[in-house]
């Protein structure tokens, strides 16, 4: 099966400029050599492997969970190229075995361990695996070609993957695969909790999330937020004048507000209805968006293999641990969708600008994790670091600028607003137990200023 991938394979390639040259080879061929501890490494197998999830169509709290334990996998393998800087991240973590050490220095060949680290990952937690072994392929045929000795490389190979398999001994035991055989979630009828919704009226994702078992979080629910405002469908009752609101303000949404709603969107899997057709399209996740951010900011900072592979893992553990935090209140509090209580009282067909998911309304998915994503973010690169993201352009939207990280993650939440997907108060209620979600992470993944 080959995969179509949102990022033509030659532009994968084409990121490795820099480090990787033309030799030829003969009249007819041309070898690329890599060096074996270049950051775009890591950089290209994230691309890679992001593809796998967009084309694999994993729900965001699912593909947080393969990000994480795929960083984490290149983080233990890219470290050892400066240890003294770079301290395991998952000895500060919950569940984890002691990583293994590498028998000889692989300082310079730290990123292809990490390449060989973050696909052993990949291969158990993905179903899709032929651009993975495409791109390893290349690899190893590049870093051959640049005339590093076998025994060398072959270290760094067997070092990767002991380090994967390590990984995957605490991904065995997450609760992850308990939870995929867990009863079918059981809906009601009643008004005042979650339904599904239209157009498709799916079954609840991931009902039992809360139960994954987090990184750095003592528990899902360390940071539990304020109860939401209770349901009511009197119209002077403070919940209905959280439906009036997005009611309204989706009546009047500017062409930039709907750029916003779109740039953020980020739903994985959308389907389109036009009369009797109905088509998908496949999209990044929220996770992955911010995933992308973290590379995009590490390669346009010059940052090295260990750094990168730093920036991607301290990220990870913040989204992880912030979906399942998130989704613990999800399905306790069982909100129901704004679409739901206004197509009941104010407007039979209205849509919302976005398609809503298919799980319950509070808290905000995107406004927790994006925010707890933020604060890392900002810690590692500094509060009011402009930038630009690009992450959209294979999906459609233009490239949108930003002051700061925390900035992005302000717009991310607002779009729900704009999307007619969130609440107003849920959004802002949201915001605040991403940040403490992700300032809590820091206390175990930062090492402080010597890494800027």
Not at 42 to 56: C, F, M, N, S
Not at 68 to 83: F, K, P, S
Not at 286 to 303: C, K, V
Not at 413 to 439: N, V
């Amino acid at each position: 099966m080959k995969i179509s991938h949102p990022f033509p394979v030659v532009l994968i390639i084409s990121a490795l400029a820099g480090t990787l040259s033309c030799q030829q080879q003969n009249t007819a061929t041309k070898q690329l050599k890599i060096s074996p501890n270049s950051p775009d490494l890591i950089h290209g197998a994230l691309q890679e492997i992001t593809d796998v999830v967009v084309y694999d169509i994993f729900s965001p709290p699912v593909a947080s969970r393969i990000y994480a334990y795929v960083a984490l996998a290149g983080y233990e393998a890219a470290r050892w190229q400066d240890t003294a800087r770079y301290p395991s991240i998952t000895a500060r973590l919950r569940g984890f075995d002691p990583m293994p050490m590498p028998k000889e220095p692989i300082n310079q060949v730290a990123a292809l361990a990490a390449v060989k680290a973050m696909f052993t990952v990949a291969r158990r937690v993905t179903f899709s695996h032929d651009s993975l072994n495409a791109y390893e392929n290349k690899v190893l045929a590049g870093v051959r070609a640049s005339g590093i000795a076998e025994e060398l490389l072959q270290q760094a190979i067997t070092f990767g993957e002991s380090v994967g398999k390590t990984i995957l001994k605490r991904a065995d035991k997450d609760q992850y695969r308990e939870t995929r055989g867990y009863p079918r979630y059981t809906v009601t009828k009643r008004e005042e909790v979650w339904n599904p919704t239209p157009p498709d009226y799916t079954d609840a994702m991931e009902p039992y999330w809360r139960y994954i078992h987090t990184l750095a979080l003592d528990s899902a629910n360390q940071f539990k937020p304020p109860r939401p405002i209770p349901y009511s469908n009197k119209k002077e009752s403070p919940y209905f004048k959280e439906v009036l609101d997005i009611y309204q303000t989706s009546q009047q949404l500017t062409q930039e507000q709907k750029e916003i709603a779109y740039f953020w969107d980020d739903n994985p899997f959308v389907s389109h209805h036009k009369g009797h057709a109905v088509f998908n399209s496949k999209k990044l996740t929220p996770g992955g968006h911010w995933m992308m951010i973290a590379s995009q900011i590490a390669r346009n900072t010059g940052a090295d293999a260990a750094r990168t592979a730093y920036t991607l893992a301290a990220v990870s553990v913040a989204l992880f641990d912030g979906f399942i935090a998130c989704w613990e209140e999800k399905y306790s509090s069982n909100m129901p969708r704004p679409i739901s209580v206004i197509n009941r009282y104010l407007q039979e067909n209205w849509e919302p600008f976005l398609q809503t998911p298919p799980f319950p309304e509070y808290t905000s998915g995107h406004s927790v994790i994006s925010n707890a994503a933020a604060e890392v973010m900002t810690a590692l690169y500094g509060d009011n670091f402009a930038y630009n993201d690009s992450t959209e352009l294979p999906y459609g939207r233009k490239v949108r600028s930003f002051k700061s990280f925390r900035q992005a993650a302000s717009e991310c939440s607002i779009s729900r607003l704009y999307g007619g997907i969130h609440y107003r108060t849920t959004l802002s209620i949201s915001a605040e137990q991403g940040k403490q979600i992700g300032k809590y992470v820091l206390t175990k993944v930062y090492f402080g200023q010597q890494n800027h």
